[in-house]
């Protein structure tokens, strides 16, 4: 059983699934498309493919903590998921994730064409270890 973490962007959608103990993010990918559907069919494989329970959908929020057009997309999508895979969905705040992404990528030595491509997975990556380590920590104040 996985947790699968959604980096939702217009154009690339970074995706990653957890490994089977929940402990860290192990496989990701890249949607790019513009439309929703091949983001789905994604969603649909690996959430097959890795017994996927959770959804984690990152939730753009502003640098002052308001919610603009991406939090209200990412909103949309998330009733969208929950009816289509009947899975909870969580929002999570995405704050410089992909600022953060960018800069990983930087620092292993990705020009900036390998870092287009790559950046959306390991910001999806970043979305889920944060959530990941927020369950760790919800679990020992149990």
């Known amino acids: 059983m996985s947790i699968l973490a959604i980096d939702y962007g217009d154009a690339h959608t970074g995706l990653a699934v957890s490994d089977a103990t929940n402990t860290i993010p192990g496989y990701t990918t890249t949607v790019h498309s513009r439309r929703l559907e091949p983001l789905l069919e994604a969603v649909s494989r690996l959430a097959a ?26 909103e949309a999508l998330s009733k969208v998921l929950e009816e289509r895979f009947a899975l909870p969905v969580r929002l999570w705040d995405e704050r410089r994730t992909t600022i953060d992404a960018h800069a990983i990528l930087f620092q292993s030595g990705k020009n900036g064409k390998k870092r287009k491509g790559m950046v959306d997975a390991v910001a999806a990556s970043l979305i889920l270890e944060g959530y990941l380590t927020y369950r760790k920590e919800q679990e020992r104040h149990d």
């Open 49 to 74: 493919d890795y017994a996927v329970t959770e959804i984690v959908l990152g939730y753009p929020k502003n640098m002052d903590g308001t919610l603009g057009e991406r939090a209200e997309k990412a």
